[in-house]
């Protein structure tokens, strides 16, 4: 390969100076590449000055061939007010043949050249690529990597079982009536047991104790799916004890409402310590029974 280095100076608009020409004739026997181009400007007073630089690499097919073909210019005078052509003589050229292949690569500084090499004066300008296997893809191979492929595959799948889950949800919050007071039974009992701390904040026991008992009964009424009148303190026990709840919880359960009941009732009044120890209670039962039931 050859490189032929075009130098262009002038004055006026050096940035859209066109590429010089090679005969079209004599371009038959060469190979080209795209020309790397380089714009100096070097004063700007009284007008714009400059040079550009065209870096043209050419590839010669045949040992036949003895001249590089001329090469044209044209550019407008603005003087004569007319286009204006210059010519260059072709060039003498002498290709020796050689029968050892030998890899283009860049000159290093101070290193020997053997025939056959070509020395390549700028790094921009390489006409061949040479040893194309060293060429890696640097990306992620995702046949090599099984886990990241698996889950690339997955995600989609999860998304979709997501929303038929959250679609098949909201279809039996809005059609099944139990199904919907089971899964809303704790947030009602947390609003219950909200209510029944404020009534504590204010010094009001009596309200206190019958929010508290609601919280309890209508949270058991709701995981049921039975009407609140069909819960009370009477036949509480039983039924829980027939829906396999624990023993332990029972008697906490049993203790809370027996305590309310006490609270409510009675002519002396519990402490304030008393009475956030049965609060306290009552929010561990409703816990308890929320996982039991």
Same mark, same amino acid.
């Given at each position: 390969?050859?490189?032929? &280095?075009?130098?262009?100076?002038?004055?006026?608009?050096?940035?859209?100076?066109?590429?010089?020409?090679?005969?079209?004739?004599?371009?038959?026997?060469?190979?080209?590449?795209? $020309?790397? !181009?380089?714009?100096?400007? !070097?004063?700007?007073?009284?007008?714009?000055?400059?040079?550009?630089?065209?870096?043209?690499?050419?590839?010669?097919?045949?040992?036949?061939?003895?001249?590089?073909?001329?090469?044209?210019? $044209?550019?407008?005078?603005?003087?004569?007010?007319?286009?204006?052509?210059?010519?260059?003589?072709?060039?003498?050229?002498?290709?020796?043949?050689?029968?050892?292949? &030998?890899?283009?690569?860049?000159?290093?500084?101070?290193?020997?050249?053997?025939?056959?090499?070509?020395?390549?004066?700028?790094?921009?300008?390489?006409p061949l690529m040479t040893d194309l296997y060293s060429f890696k893809n640097r990306g992620i191979a995702l046949y090599k990597r099984p886990f990241l492929l698996s889950i690339i595959f997955i995600i989609p799948i999860l998304i979709?079982?997501?929303?038929?889950?959250?679609?098949?949800?909201?279809?039996?919050?809005?059609?099944?009536?139990?199904?919907?007071?089971?899964?809303?039974?704790?947030?009602?009992?947390?609003?219950?047991?909200?209510?029944?701390?404020?009534?504590?904040?204010?010094?009001?026991?009596?309200?206190?104790?019958?929010?508290?008992?609601?919280?309890?009964?209508?949270?058991?009424?709701?995981?049921?799916?039975?009407?609140?009148?069909?819960?009370?303190?009477?036949?509480?026990?039983?039924?829980?004890e027939k829906r396999g709840v624990s023993n332990d919880v029972i008697k906490e359960l049993r203790q809370c409402l027996e305590s309310c009941d006490y609270g409510r009732f009675s002519s002396g009044q519990l402490s304030r310590e008393?009475?956030? $120890?049965?609060?306290?209670?009552?929010?561990?039962?409703?816990?308890?029974?929320?996982?039991?039931?």
């Open positions: 390969p050859i490189t032929l &280095t075009i130098n262009i100076r002038g004055e006026g608009n050096i940035q859209t100076i066109g590429e010089p020409i090679l005969a079209p004739e004599g371009m038959n026997d060469f190979k080209a590449y795209n $020309s790397e !181009t380089k714009v100096t400007i !070097t004063d700007r007073g009284d007008g714009i000055k400059g040079e550009k630089l065209f870096n043209k690499v050419i590839e010669p097919q045949s040992e036949d061939i003895s001249v590089i073909p001329g090469i044209s210019f $044209s550019y407008f005078d603005p003087e004569l007010e007319k286009y204006k052509t210059l010519i260059h003589d072709p060039i003498p050229l002498e290709i020796e043949h050689s029968d050892i292949e &030998t890899p283009i690569r860049l000159s290093i500084e101070g290193a020997g050249m053997t025939k056959g090499q070509v020395k390549i004066l700028t790094k921009d300008i390489l979709v079982v997501a929303c038929i889950y959250v679609q098949r949800q909201r279809e039996l919050l809005h059609t099944d009536v139990g199904y919907a007071r089971k899964k809303r039974a704790m947030a009602h009992a947390q609003k219950h047991l909200s209510n029944a701390r404020e009534l504590l904040q204010l010094d009001n026991p009596s309200e206190f104790y019958v929010t508290l008992t609601r919280s309890i009964l209508e949270h058991i009424a709701d995981k049921l799916n039975v009407t609140s009148a069909a819960v009370t303190s009477d036949n509480i026990y039983d039924i829980l008393q009475m956030e $120890s049965i609060l306290d209670t009552a929010e561990k039962v409703i816990m308890h029974l929320e996982k039991q039931l």
